[in-house]
């Protein structure tokens, strides 16, 4: 009850005050964590890597772009792979100038080194689309390059992991190697049984267990659980809309939508309750030393991600003089948007807070405390500072306005519409369709066509826009009196609820064509 409503009230004055909603979420637990009841509330590790982890990467890949993707694929695998590991080491070599041993600095170096997907989702929306797609897609995947980073530090730290070049190069190969192969064996198995349901329940049910199976057999063979993930999601999302029935996905839209947005909410606000035990837990440093430590490692973090943008842009360039390579070029500005939203999230705390308590031999892990509490700094500091700061600099950087995705849907309902009436004619004498019916959907194709036309500005036909305008109008007015008689026959007990609940569901498909209001993402 106060998780959701603090994501309540969170949200609604988020939009009212125009701040980013985990800004005032993450404030929000940590004004929580003064109730003297929920301080022993604290972010299990294993509920974020085992379940929230899974579910939110799964839905994340669904709806991402995987053309631009393949367009941008190299600045994503060097900023998932190559950014992660240069962040850890340089974050490793700030923890150990402050006093923090190689192994432990490794640790925490690994832990804040991947941006968050969940808090990049949500803070990066005002961007053009390519810019998120390669934010998101690095954010999906730099989890991976992290895991393994931060397994062999806190394995080589308790005793029980050797470094040498093969051994770490072998992790790297099945982490990403093995995480691809169980993610793709997971999306067929999926498409292959879904051809045997026929109930959208069922249906939607396999895809929620796919990401979990997907993860946990990744897991049982030292896979990237991340990786198996994302790479069945990215399945999945080119699958889908061939094998998937209407309802079933009217349903999954609805269920991961509301699921991504309560789960990605509740993280935030546990993770703003878990910054106040990370200070009451600190004992190897003074506060103020502490915040000293976190300070330089949120600069590094940044400073690197800055560096990055502006040095291996330069390097692509020198070394790739292709006509298509110019084409993806961005400018400085749009470099520093994409410098500043390199926010970290719950799956660094998540990591943080999953080192052992103790050695192998017994003692105490070095700096645990130190770690979670740096961790849990950077995080606020990335989330608060550069969240308040992305507007403006988004305003700064005058990005040119990406109109790609409505140009894109209004060619696609064109093309469709046109197509549907070419193929007309054949498909109604396949189902030997009367020649009056015909000539409705004929007239009805049509109509829709003119107005797709006037409303690009290709063809000059103000009627048209003028006739739908006035359908909309009246047919929301129908509806609603359709709806209030309906549910006046149901006060006077003419018909029962469940009659009421499935003439509703109908006039409410309706009514959302009519308004087109989109699932949001």
Not at 39 to 68: D, G, K, Q
Not at 149 to 155: D, F, M, P, R, T
Not at 341 to 358: D, E, H, I, K, T
Request: hydrophobic letters at 50%; aromatic letters at 6%; charged letters at 20%.
């Amino acid at each position: 009850m106060v998780i959701g409503l603090a994501l309540l009230v969170s949200s609604v004055l988020a939009r009212r005050l125009r701040v980013a909603p985990p800004v005032l979420l993450l404030g929000c637990g940590v004004l929580l964590g003064f109730v003297p009841a929920l301080r022993e509330v604290h972010l299990p590790p294993e509920i974020v890597l085992l379940l929230f982890l899974p579910a939110l990467l799964f839905w994340e890949s669904l709806s991402t772009s995987l053309r631009e993707i393949r367009n941008n694929l190299r600045v994503i695998v060097l900023m998932s792979t190559l950014l992660v590991i240069a962040t850890a080491g340089a974050v490793a070599a700030t923890a150990h100038a402050l006093g923090l041993p190689w192994g432990p600095a490794w640790v925490l170096g690994a832990a804040v080194a991947p941006t968050d997907a969940t808090a990049v989702a949500v803070l990066a929306r005002a961007l053009p689309r390519s810019t998120v797609t390669v934010l998101r897609a690095e954010s999906l995947v730099n989890d991976g390059t992290a895991l393994v980073i931060y397994g062999l530090a806190v394995g080589i730290t308790v005793g029980q992991e050797q470094l040498s070049p093969p051994h770490v190069s072998w992790l790297f190969l099945l982490a990403y190697g093995g995480g691809a192969l169980v993610g793709a064996a997971s999306a067929w198995l999926l498409v292959r049984i879904r051809r045997y349901l026929d109930d959208p329940l069922h249906d939607n049910l396999i895809t929620l267990l796919t990401p979990f199976g997907a993860f946990l057999a990744a897991e049982s063979i030292h896979a990237s659980g991340v990786v198996a993930v994302v790479v069945s999601g990215l399945w999945l999302s080119q699958a889908g809309p061939r094998e998937v029935r209407a309802d079933t996905r009217q349903l999954g839209q609805g269920f991961w939508s509301l699921s991504a947005f309560m789960i990605n909410g509740a993280l935030f606000v546990l993770v703003g309750l878990e910054v106040q035990s990370a200070v009451r837990g600190l004992t190897s440093f003074d506060l103020a030393r502490g915040l000293v430590a976190v300070a330089a490692v949120s600069a590094t973090v940044i400073g690197t991600r800055f560096a990055w943008h502006f040095t291996t842009p330069y390097l692509i360039r020198l070394l790739d003089r292709r006509p298509q390579q110019r084409l993806r070029r961005v400018g400085a500005r749009a470099r520093v948007v994409s410098g500043l939203a390199g926010f970290r999230g719950a799956v660094s705390l998540a990591a943080a807070l999953a080192v052992p308590q103790a050695l192998g031999s017994g003692a105490p892990f070095p700096d645990r405390d130190t770690i979670v509490f740096v961790t849990a700094g950077v995080i606020v500091a990335t989330l608060v500072l550069q969240g308040l700061a992305l507007p403006g600099v988004v305003r700064w950087a005058r990005l040119p306005q990406d109109a790609a995705m409505e140009q894109e849907r209004h060619l696609a309902d064109r093309v469709a519409t046109e197509s549907a009436l070419a193929a007309l004619p054949q498909l109604a004498a396949d189902l030997d369709t009367d020649p009056q019916v015909v000539d409705r959907l004929r007239r009805e194709s049509e109509k829709r066509l003119r107005l797709l036309r006037a409303t690009r500005g290709e063809a000059d036909d103000e009627p048209a826009l003028r006739y739908d305008e006035q359908y909309t109008a009246l047919r929301l007015a129908v509806l609603a009196h359709k709806r209030a008689t309906v549910v006046a026959l149901r006060d006077e007990r003419r018909i029962d609820d469940d009659v009421l609940r499935q003439v509703q569901s109908r006039l409410d498909i309706e009514e959302i064509r009519l308004t087109r209001r989109e699932t949001p993402d």
